[in-house]
């Protein structure tokens, strides 16, 4: 076994070797030993095994990080917990649910962004599994009669349906129907990215428009593949399929390395309510200064055991972490690091005296006038000056 892991150049390698090898048997079996394989899908076959190598090297890259390896195995732990049973399968199927679903969480930043991103993932949903599906001969039609046809999952004949019939009709448009979806859903995307000045701001251009670019190549090109031998009596037919399969291959080697990577992310999500929400939204670790519930028990933990592994010291002098501490007696905490002093080494209405001379306002709305020591003179000036500012009130 040593001998056959030297044999790859790393162990990720060695998985997309294997992911490889895996998709090839499914091939092997689906299509009855390669005798239903379509060649015409070639060019695309070829291109979804560069994908899945690229997605399993980015996987495999994602999978090593400190604070995946540390959520995976918080989850681990939890799924094997007898008493969370109840509560890890309400939490996974309710955050499948809301976020992977009806994504209400794209929802909340507005209907109009919700409609856009809900039609662009369901769209590109069902044209991967469409187009994965007839690539690798997963499935296939296989005719009964004139009339009849056969849809052949995996080489088992499932149901038949009528060929001229509205769900066979359905069946055969299925990636004009996606590829609508994704039509409607970029064109509003790019509408947004071009008239929203604030996201103009932020926005870069081989991040955040290219994708939406090459989606919208490839539906475009596959939309006019239809028009062509429907509308058209097959006219430049050739052409547009050779323009589509280059649109389709580039995005499918682009996939796995820019923005689109979060769709197979994604579902990882249930792991965040599964693991560290107690009671839903309900936080549960006290802050260790103020006694202010911030977070939970478990997030906290995982955040100092990832730290420790990236070797990022956040200890304090007294042996607590900066994660014990809820977020504004954080930011205390780092301002008198800042300024070199102590915790509580000044009077809560006192100015800041820093080790450098400069006074601070501190952290108070109120502020002794005493501490400044200043003459009768000035005492009474500043007396009036409240006075009208009080009258004025």
Known sequence: MKLFDQSFYSKTSKIAFFVVLFLLFTVWISTERFLQFDFALMGYFISSIIFAIGLTIRMSAWLVRPATQQVIKRSMGN??????KKRNIRSILKTAF???ILQKFIFKRGVYRGVQHILIAWGCIGSFIITFGLTFGWMRFDMVNSQTYALVLFGFKTFQMNADGLF???VYNGLNITAIMVLIGVCMALARRIKNEDVKVTQ?????LFPLYLLLSVTVTGLLLTVSYALLD???????TLIHQVTVVILLIYFPFG????????????????NYQEEWKIDTKPCKRCNTPYSSDDQVLDVQAIL???????QLSDGSFLSDYCPSCRRRIRVLKQLNMEDGSEEK???????NGIHLSGFSAERRDEYYDFSDEVKEQIDKYKQVGGEKQ
């Open 204 to 208: 870069r251009a081989e991040f955040d």
């Open 168 to 170: 066979a009709e359905l």
């Open 98 to 100: 809301d976020n992977i």
């Open 234 to 240: 097959g006219y430049m037919h050739h052409y547009l």
């Open 259 to 274: 923005k689109l990577f979060h769709f197979p992310v994604r579902p990882l999500a249930t792991a965040v309510p599964l």
């Open 79 to 84: 799924l094997k917990n007898r008493e969370r």
């Open 308 to 314: 420790k592994e990236q070797k990022i010291d956040l």
């Open 349 to 355: 209405l006192n100015p800041i005296s820093t080790m």
